[in-house]
């Protein structure tokens, strides 16, 4: 494909934290997601064309748009063999807690590659995109990077040396993500959690994570939903969230698995055994969240195990 000089990636939103795996897990939705097309340009630098359905909220600026700063950093390790034109196409809600600036920089930086004639494994892109997570929120964090690049879970064992494990996916799981009409800053978000932990709190969290991972490998449904327990983030990020209590009170008692906030919310993700069940439990959800005056979005999605993907224009 290194005689294309256009290419249009589709890349997933995503759920980080998932409960027990603060910072270290996520995984990547089906739908919504974003699009970006790169056009190739003689000159050595990479430009804004457009950014469309975001209402005017994200920058042009090519040095701080996430698309435009991971495909530059990708140019630039292969030599800046040739320029690029970037259209972002957002369609999901920003500020949600579904990794939207991550899912345009995935897309875009894998696009990029496409064009270059594929020089880097998947993998290997990861960097680049980690580095326009930093432009875009102050931190290089990679837990929705990494699964909208690569797919399915994925675990952050380590950041320094970086080393990512993709976990394995249970036949059938499905999940409902409901993103309420509400806005949480990152920062807020950050700021709420607590600086430092109970040994006893840190425990549990370890375990419910290390029993998660555990649910995944073995497909056990059962170990996986008492495994789907926040006690470091969620007790403290659920305030900022109108609701939030009742709503996963309703997913649970609907059949959820679990039920959570997605990465700094305030979406609110509830992981499901079949499409059926998450049909019924992102219905109920939604209504909770109309009881308390907010109106929301539901999102019905397996797990996506594939990550970004061309799409023929």
């Not at 380590?158 to 976990?167: G, R, W």
Request: hydrophobic share 45%; proline share 6%.
């Amino acid at each position: 494909m290194a005689d294309r000089d256009s290419v249009s990636v589709f890349a997933p939103a995503t759920v980080a934290n998932v409960a027990s795996g603060f910072d270290v897990l996520g995984f990547a939705l089906e739908r919504p997601g974003d699009t970006v097309v790169l056009r190739k340009i003689p000159q050595k630098r990479v430009e804004i064309l457009a950014v469309e359905g975001d209402n005017g909220q994200l920058p042009r600026d090519p040095d701080r748009n996430t698309a435009s700063v991971a495909a530059r950093r990708f140019l630039e390790a292969i030599g800046f063999p040739f320029g690029l034109e970037v259209t972002v196409r957002k369609q999901m809600p920003m500020s949600s807690g579904l990794g939207s600036s991550a899912a345009s920089s995935v897309a875009a930086v894998y696009a990029a590659n496409v064009l270059s004639g594929s020089p880097l494994t998947v993998r290997q892109l990861l960097p680049f995109t980690m580095q326009a997570e930093e432009v875009a929120c102050g931190s290089a964090h990679a837990d929705n990077v990494a699964p909208a690049l690569l797919g399915g879970f994925v675990l952050i064992r380590s950041y320094e040396p970086l080393d990512v494990v993709q976990l394995p996916v249970p036949g059938g799981l499905a999940v409902a993500t409901v993103h309420p009409h509400t806005e949480i800053k990152t920062e807020d978000a950050r700021r709420i959690l607590k600086k430092e932990l109970r040994l006893s709190d840190a425990v549990r969290q370890w375990g419910n994570l290390a029993a998660l991972v555990a649910a995944l490998f073995q497909g056990d449904m059962d170990l996986l939903s008492r495994s789907l327990q926040d006690v470091v983030a969620e007790p403290r990020r659920g305030l900022l969230i109108p609701g939030f209590a009742k709503v996963k009170q309703t997913a649970l008692h609907s059949g959820a698995l679990g039920c959570s906030i997605s990465g700094s919310g305030p979406s609110v993700f509830s992981l499901c055994v079949s499409m059926q069940k998450a049909k019924a439990v992102g219905r109920a959800m939604q209504s909770a969240f109309a009881e308390v005056g907010l109106d929301s979005d539901v999102y019905l999605s397996g797990i996506n195990q594939s990550g970004p993907v061309i799409l023929e224009e």
